[in-house]
């Protein structure tokens, strides 16, 4: 029997990650796996005022009077998902002046966290026996690959099959086009290409886990706000509708595989049935520090034996 344990959109949440390296102890598990959008979307200046520094933060404006304080801010930033950057009042103009100079300190904020996250699960991990598959989403830049794929002891997954205890799980992050159009998305016809070039080198699909960041349309897991054309929630967010894709449910339901997970949709979290399939969206609050995930046990004879949505 191998327990799983299966997160999803922590969007560059340091304190996710932190709780999902210190998964196998707090729940028992013996593998991880991460769905799409590790990353975060935005960087958080902190801009220094002679002896003070002044950062605004989910439109809070903060004044900090010591290094403490800073440093202690910088955590909170990186609990939110978010990149925390110093600067002086000319940087911060000199920025606020040049797109292309706020993309690339992006860019460079994004590959030393991802860095420094690696190096946390080398520390963690090392020396136990503990296998961790990471599958980077839509949100996340193609650069995200080249960090994980020199890690020591996280191992990507995307487009590739791997062996969990005898059971094979397929991945990945690409979705259906979205309104942000987002890095890895594509036509629905290209994404149930990708999905069947890798059930095709399956032994067998109807064993194996589906690991897709997007979720099946009209599954319930996939159930966002509605949005009007400036990308504004309908009815005060109340209004759902599903944005799932259709190559996802179609792969589903014709290779029938005991297990599929997915992500994508934050509020999607839940577990459905699509014939056989035990499909799972465990969610997300990355922005609370909250970790939303599913504990699985799994079989390879037997199969799915026991889950649970879990959160903490």
């Not at 002044?54 to 990186?78: K, P, T």
């Not at 946390?120 to 961790?132: I, N, T, W």
């Not at 942000?180 to 036509?187: G, L, M, P």
């Not at 759902?240 to 894709?245: A, E, K, N, T």
Request: net charge negative; with cysteine; proline share 5%.
């Amino acid at each position: 029997m191998t327990r799983v344990f299966f997160a999803t959109d922590i969007h560059g949440s340091e304190v996710c990650w932190r709780k999902f390296l210190n998964a196998p102890k707090f729940y028992g598990v013996d593998v991880l796996v991460l769905g799409g959008d590790m990353t975060g979307k935005a960087l958080i200046p902190i801009v220094r005022d002679g002896n003070r520094h002044e950062v605004v933060l989910q439109e809070h404006h903060y004044m900090l009077g010591s290094e403490d304080e800073v440093v202690q801010m910088e955590r909170r930033i990186a609990g939110h998902g978010y990149y925390s950057v110093r600067m002086n009042r000319d940087e911060m103009a000199a920025l606020q002046a040049n797109p292309e100079m706020v993309a690339r300190l992006f860019q460079e904020r994004m590959h030393a966290t991802l860095e420094h996250w690696m190096v946390l699960a080398e520390e963690k991990f090392s020396s136990k026996p503990v296998r961790c598959y990471v599958c980077p989403g839509n949100d996340d830049r193609p650069e995200t690959d080249e960090v994980i794929a020199q890690s020591k002891v996280v191992e990507p997954a995307e487009g590739r099959i791997v062996d969990i205890d005898g059971i094979e799980m397929i991945s990945t992050g690409w979705s259906n086009p979205t309104p942000w159009e987002t890095y890895r998305e594509c036509s629905e016809n290209e994404l149930g290409t990708r999905i069947e070039r890798m059930t095709g080198e399956l032994q067998d699909p109807a064993r194996a886990i589906f690991n897709l960041h997007c979720p099946p349309h009209g599954s319930k897991l996939d159930e966002a706000p509605a949005l009007d054309k400036e990308l504004r929630p309908l009815h005060g967010g109340q209004l759902l509708h599903p944005v799932g894709s259709t190559a996802v449910r179609d792969a589903i339901m014709r290779h029938q595989p005991q297990l599929s997970l997915h992500g994508h949709i934050h509020e999607g979290r839940g577990v459905a049935r699509l014939g056989r399939t035990l499909a799972i969206n465990p969610g997300s609050s990355y922005e609370t520090g909250i970790l939303q995930g599913a504990v699985i046990e799994i079989d390879a004879r037997r199969g799915v034996r026991t889950y649970a949505l879990v959160s903490g």
